[in-house]
């Protein structure tokens, strides 16, 4: 684990967590990847370490986010999410830390990743976790990616926490789901987020336990990050993609990988292709905070 000192990193991607809706960004990424944007770092949580390790493993290349996109493409809820009755009934009365095991998750990392150490990786990556003792958010810059990656997406009591070192870890996004301040820190002076968003049309409550926590953890962090792009400095340049909304995904159903990855590639190549010349380009849908509607007590 390492803080890296800042510098001139040049362009950054940051992207955020979000379960199953992780898919969305890999369309930004092919639409990116097209046009020759590149990154320079790469400063992730979540399911976006996911991502992101993925892309720092490899060449910085069309058929890269292609190949990713493949992947998801044939992701399954089962594949990342296993439910075992026993493993969630021992969960729920406290004989476990967790009710999902991760050890399909820990598969699909080994096998995706062309990268043992974060320090090797071909472009520099960053990856946020939580201390979960301490409560203290934690970039993960060398050692073994496969804790790292696995430590980012560990949603507290869904997943069990990693230990590393004297750390025990659980999700960066409980503490920077979008690692917008790293990126800076890190001496970007273009920043290109890519949100996975949130389900921001659903008609009724996600089904069970699971569904209702990544649901509600999705909102909330959607709204620390509009406050996040409002506190970038003016002299950071600062793109940041369009997530989809209307979207009825709930970010745990994997099973509409290929959907959500076609209609972000479609949107975010019209966005790229019309960004208007501003220092900060942010869609409407990302800079202002939701507000409760005033009849909410109502009926």
């Not at 493993?57 to 026993?86: I, M, Y």
């Amino acid at each position: 684990m390492t803080d890296a000192s800042s510098g001139d990193a040049g362009v950054a991607f940051v992207l955020s967590g979000g379960g199953s809706l992780g898919a969305i960004q890999v369309g930004m990424l092919q639409a990116l990847y097209e046009r020759d944007i590149v990154p320079d770092l790469v400063a992730a949580a979540s399911a976006g370490a996911l991502n992101g390790a993925f892309l720092a493993s490899r060449p910085e290349t069309s058929a890269t986010a292609d190949r990713l996109a493949e992947v998801w493409s044939g992701l399954e809820t089962n594949d990342v999410f296993p439910f075992n009755p026993l493993t969630a009934l021992l969960g729920a009365l406290g004989c476990k830390d967790h009710v999902v095991s991760s050890s399909k998750l820990r598969e699909l990392i080994e096998e995706w990743i062309e990268l043992d150490d974060l320090g090797d990786a071909r472009i520099p990556l960053h990856v946020i976790a939580t201390d979960l003792l301490s409560g203290a958010e934690l970039r993960l810059s060398e050692g073994p990616v496969t804790s790292a990656v696995l430590a980012s997406a560990a949603l507290p009591g869904v997943f069990p926490p990693v230990r590393r070192g004297r750390w025990v870890l659980v999700d960066g996004g409980i503490t920077n789901n979008t690692p917008l301040s790293h990126a800076i820190a890190l001496g970007a002076h273009k920043v290109y987020v890519l949100p996975t968003g949130y389900t921001c049309t659903l008609e009724k409550p996600p089904r069970g336990a699971l569904g209702v926590a990544l649901q509600s953890l999705n909102v909330l962090i959607q709204q620390r990050l509009v406050l996040d792009i409002q506190r970038v400095p003016e002299s950071v340049e600062l793109v940041v993609l369009p997530p989809l909304c209307p979207l009825d995904v709930v970010p745990v159903d994997l099973s509409r990988g290929e959907e959500l990855i076609r209609r972000s590639r479609e949107q975010s190549r019209h966005f790229l292709d019309n960004l208007p010349d501003e220092r900060h380009v942010v869609p409407e849908l990302m800079r202002r905070v939701v507000h409760p509607h005033a009849d909410a007590g109502r009926g």
